[in-house]
Nanobody
Framework: QVQLVESGGGLVQAGGSLRLSCAAS????????MGWFRQAPGKEREFVAA????????NYAGSVKGRFTISRDNAKNTVYLQMNSLKPEDTAVYYC??????????????????WGQGTQVTVSS
């Protein structure tokens, strides 16, 4: 079992920045890949970013590429999502997820085995 707890969400003005964190427990952190997904009201969940176990493979959604950065610290059992130049359309609940297939950086939510409870990000215009 893997437990995931997100933090760092909040309210920010357009153009601002936030850093999300996801703390993992229950299993050796470096044994799985990590991803960030988001879901806006009335919309389906969508992929944001993913990183493999070592950080050597990273994948971003086109809508966030160049603005968001995913990273991980295996010593701290934590994955981060640095979000810059935020836009109102980035408003959503952000979820981190763990994929036991550790070598890739998949964008498919169905491939992730464990999910956090989510953290709200609201970007005002």
């Amino acid at each position: 079992q893997v437990q995931l707890v997100e933090s760092g969400g909040g309210l920010v003005q357009a153009g601002g920045s936030l850093r999300l964190s996801c703390a993992a427990s229950g299993r050796t952190f470096s044994s799985y890949a990590m991803g960030w997904f988001r879901q806006a009201p009335g919309k389906e969940r969508e992929f944001v970013a993913a990183i493999n176990w070592s950080g050597s493979s990273i994948n971003y959604a086109g809508s966030v590429k160049g603005r968001f950065t995913i990273s991980r610290d295996n010593a701290k059992n934590t994955v981060y999502l640095q979000m810059n130049s935020l836009k109102p359309e980035d408003t959503a609940v952000y979820y981190c997820a763990a994929n036991l297939e550790k070598y890739g950086s998949s964008s498919r939510g169905s491939e992730y085995d464990y999910w956090g409870q989510g953290t709200q990000v609201t970007v005002s215009s």
